[in-house]
């Protein structure tokens, strides 16, 4: 099994994006559920345009605390790959739609309106720190897992822009 920074195991892939991995992970004290966002790491270029995984750490650090977004656990390199480690999340947007899990929340006018509004939430939150997501989509909205699970969380960050 793969460990990040001595606290981290490697579970199961959960899904891929672009230009990362994303995978379920368990912090190996308290056994906590988290995600591991792996992705290549260019060690001979120092160029932001290389580096959109620690572009998206930044962002997130700087909204930070807001519902709706994914908590940071750590940041950093291990071997060959920049890693962050965020919050477990639940299914996308696009994955319930899929599914056919989404049909009864709209066929109600009133629990279509709750998703808006959850959803409205972060992107909101977002702009109030000056930053514009960029790439809202079916499949960069997440339900939260067991407490949180009405919340809808906004990710993949990496194309957000600072204004």
């Not at 966002?37 to 060690?43: A, M, R, T, V």
């Not at 940041?75 to 947007?93: A, H, K, Y």
């Not at 709750?114 to 972060?122: E, F, K, L």
């Amino acid at each position: 099994s793969i460990h990040i920074d001595g606290k981290f195991k490697l579970g199961n892939r959960i899904r891929g994006e672009s230009n990362s991995e994303v995978y379920a992970a368990k912090h190996i004290f308290s056994s906590a559920k988290v995600a591991a966002k792996l992705q290549p790491f260019d060690l001979g270029s120092p160029s932001q345009a290389q580096r959109p995984l620690q572009h998206e750490f930044l962002v997130l650090k700087a909204v930070a605390g807001g519902i709706g977004i994914p908590y940071v656990h750590w940041f950093g390199t291990d071997v060959s790959f920049q890693v962050m480690i965020l919050d477990c999340l639940g299914s996308s947007l696009k994955e319930l739609l899929q599914s056919g899990m989404c049909i009864l929340f709209f066929s109600d006018c009133q629990m279509t309106m709750g998703i808006y509004a959850r959803q409205v939430s972060p992107g909101e939150f977002i702009h109030s720190c000056n930053y514009i997501h960029r790439d809202i989509k079916p499949s960069n909205l997440l339900v939260g897992q067991e407490k949180m699970q009405n919340t809808v969380y906004l990710i993949n960050f990496g194309v957000a822009w600072a204004y």
